[in-house]
């Protein structure tokens, strides 16, 4: 089954100005996803998506792929799957047909090879249509989330059926990162958005799952790069 990674990265980043390229802890940022991908046995090919010149220079000196992304699939405002789709639409016309998507944004360089393996084994253990990466959530909407009510009251935003005094004995919520997503291109050719299959996930320590989009997620990013506490999550 031919397995297909890769990372869409556009040039024009509002919360933080070329981002994607941006030196982080002396290489950019981009650098990151491709040498994780590098590392999975699975992955045959690797492609960068974008529309920026200096984007598309600094994956070719990676050894990887370009795919020029059309302008309006590059906007603030444009849908992610339709990038996916032109990527597939693509390879499968220039590079011959594959099985397996694999996206790996830039935005999310802490991430290591296991993340990556561990969504793949997912998808073809539990015959999904895509595997998400999630991490274990800060809030709860079982117990310290709520809603404002007409009255100007506040509510819980799910009541659970017993009181739930402490967070440790709410349901576990996460939330989804950008670590990883792995689909079966089929999934994604007739499908619009990731919920409208069968999802499972693979969870991803807190540590590994920043996802870059302002500076203060950059200083943080760079700092964790440079601790023991990293080396301890890897």
Not at 34 to 46: G, L, P, R, V
Not at 128 to 138: H, K, Y
Not at 141 to 156: A, C, G, K, T
Not at 171 to 196: C, E, G, K, L, N
């Amino acid at each position: 089954m031919k397995t297909v990674a890769f990372i869409f990265a556009r040039g024009g980043s509002k919360g933080l100005p070329g981002k994607n390229i941006k030196p982080l802890n002396g290489k950019p940022l981009l650098q990151y996803s491709i040498e994780t991908a590098k590392k999975i046995m699975q992955i045959s090919e690797i492609f960068v998506s974008t529309d920026c010149a200096e984007i598309a220079a600094v994956a070719i000196k990676n050894g990887v792929k370009v795919i020029n992304r059309p302008a309006y699939l590059a906007t603030d405002t444009s849908p992610e799957w339709l990038s996916w789709r032109h990527a597939i639409e693509y390879v499968s016309e220039n590079f011959g047909p594959f099985q397996r998507f694999v996206s790996l944004p830039a935005t999310s360089p802490l991430r290591n090879n296991q993340d990556v393996q561990s969504a793949l084994d997912k998808l073809d253990s539990t015959a999904a249509d895509i595997c998400i990466s999630v991490t274990p959530a800060n809030r709860s909407p079982y117990f310290n989330m709520v809603r404002l009510q007409s009255d100007d009251s506040v509510e819980i935003v799910i009541k659970s059926e017993r009181a739930v005094s402490r967070r440790q004995d709410a349901p576990a919520v996460f939330d989804i990162t950008t670590v990883v997503y792995a689909a079966t291109v089929p999934f994604i050719q007739q499908h619009s958005s990731i919920f409208s299959g069968k999802v499972v996930a693979t969870v991803v320590p807190k540590i590994r799952a920043v996802d870059i989009d302002d500076i203060y997620d950059f200083m943080f990013a760079e700092t964790v790069l440079q601790s023991e506490l990293y080396d301890a999550g890897k």
